[in-house]
């Protein structure tokens, strides 16, 4: 007796289903390998940009560093009393100053930083000054002792090591 049903040969069937998934996944790696490799080259990239920030930073004359910032502060202090009702930009002002300073003295670019990235790196002072310019810089309504604030960061720049 003959058998009923009949085996086929195995390369009957269409191969163009197989090639293009075989050419799609191939073409995937491909696409993932290139991305991982512009991901390390960028990276490495960034790593020496900040490995030459570093190394580029000198530190500067604290004493006359200093006396410059005491000297723009004090100028802060004379622009709110001719204008009291400018709090929010005397301490936009007075934010962007010791910032600056910071930044001067250190070489951290804490002018670009969020007041969680400076809680972040250890500057407890600056970071405490920073908050407390925070609520009058970016209420509705602007209230603070811009006397006390101003005391305070002459204090921080004087101090500052």
Known sequence: MEPSVKLQKMMNYSQWPI???G???LALTILIVVL???RMISLQKAHRKATMKEILWVKPDMASLKRDYIARLEKIERDYYQ???DIRGTYERMSTLIRKFAYRATGVEVQ???????????MKGLAMLIEEFYKPEFDKISQG???VSIAK???MITEWN
Do not use: C, M, Q, W
């Open 19 to 21: 090639l293009l998934v």
């Open 23 to 25: 050419g799609l996944l």
């Open 36 to 38: 991982l490799i512009r």
């Open 83 to 85: 204008n009291p009702s």
């Open 112 to 122: 670009n930083y969020s007041l969680f990235e400076i809680k972040a790196t250890h």
């Open 145 to 147: 002792d811009v006397k």
């Open 153 to 155: 960061t002459k204090r």
